[in-house]
Nanobody, 121 residues
C-alpha cells in the first residue's frame, strides 16, 4: 500500500533552515504529482508547495516564496522541502501528500503521518 514517511522536522530558531524529506513507497512515485501541506495548532491544514510528476512544474504558496523550495528525486522515491529563513509562524506539522495524477490539481489521495516543525523566536 501507499506509504509516505516524513522526516527532518525539529526545533529551530527563527532565521534558521530545515530540510524535510518524504520517503515514498507502495506506488510508482514518478507517475504522480506530490505536495507538502502544513497544519498549525487550531488552524486548518493548508498547502505549502507542490510539484508535478517529473518536477518540471512546481508551485509554492505566497508565504513560502523566496524561502521554501520543493524538489523530488524520482530515482530514489524521495520528496523534499527546503525551508530557509524560517519564522515562528511556520510552526506546524508538515505533511507529505500524493496526488491522484501527474499534476497537482484537486485534493491529494494519500497523506503521511507528518513531521513537527517548531520555530522559536
Amino acid at each position: 500500500q501507499v506509504q509516505l514517511v516524513e522526516s527532518g522536522g525539529g526545533l529551530v530558531q527563527a532565521g534558521g533552515s530545515l530540510r524535510l524529506s518524504c520517503a515514498a513507497s507502495g506506488f510508482t512515485f514518478s507517475d504522480y504529482a506530490m505536495g507538502w501541506f502544513r497544519q498549525a495548532p487550531d488552524k486548518a491544514r493548508e498547502p505549502v508547495a507542490a510539484i508535478s510528476w517529473r518536477g518540471g512544474i512546481f508551485a509554492v504558496e505566497s508565504f513560502g516564496e523566496g524561502r521554501f523550495t520543493i524538489s523530488r528525486d524520482n530515482a530514489n522515491n524521495m520528496l523534499y522541502l527546503q525551508m530557509n529563513n524560517l519564522k515562528p509562524e511556520d510552526t506546524a506539522v508538515y505533511y507529505c501528500a500524493k496526488y491522484s495524477g501527474i499534476s497537482y490539481g484537486g485534493s491529494p489521495q494519500n497523506w503521511g503521518q507528518g513531521t513537527q516543525v517548531t520555530v522559536s523566536s
